[in-house]
Nanobody, 122 residues
Framework: VQLQASGGGLVQAGGSLRLSCAAS????????MGWFRQTPGKEREFVAA????????YYTDSVTGRFTISKDYAKNTVYLEMNSLKPEDTAVYYC????????????????WGQGTLVTVSS
């Protein structure tokens, strides 16, 4: 599985951005795709995930109600719609994928895209 992330940028607090993650290769139905973020000196943090076969979605508490993860089967793409952005959302965002159930542990994801930088100014 190859992942290509895009959509990062600079936005003011309260604004919105949409990240995209296009998957290619052997993308079976049991794939779980997720978004993580990382700031300098900190571990990679789970943000959201979606189970490709069921559409079940999962979020970390700090983004619940503000971020929405969705999928487009035809395009084999997962999106992360980010609204009401806060300066503390500033990070490099990574998309990831694994075969199997949802998990929030980055080490459980075998496939990673390149990061895309999101900067939220106050």
């Amino acid at each position: 599985v190859q992942l290509q992330a895009s959509g990062g940028g600079l936005v003011q607090a309260g604004g919105s951005l949409r990240l995209s993650c296009a998957a290619s290769g052997r993308t079976f139905g049991s794939l779980t795709m997720g978004w993580f973020r990382q700031t300098p000196g900190k571990e990679r943090e789970f943000v959201a995930a979606i189970r490709r076969s069921t559409g079940s979605d999962y979020y970390t508490d700090s983004v619940t109600g503000r971020f929405t993860i969705s999928k487009d089967y035809a395009k084999n793409t997962v999106y992360l719609e980010m609204n009401s952005l806060k300066p503390e959302d500033t990070a490099v965002y990574y998309c990831a994928a694994r075969y199997g159930q949802y998990t929030a542990y980055a080490t459980h994801y075998a496939y990673w895209g390149q990061g895309t930088l999101v900067t939220v100014s106050s």
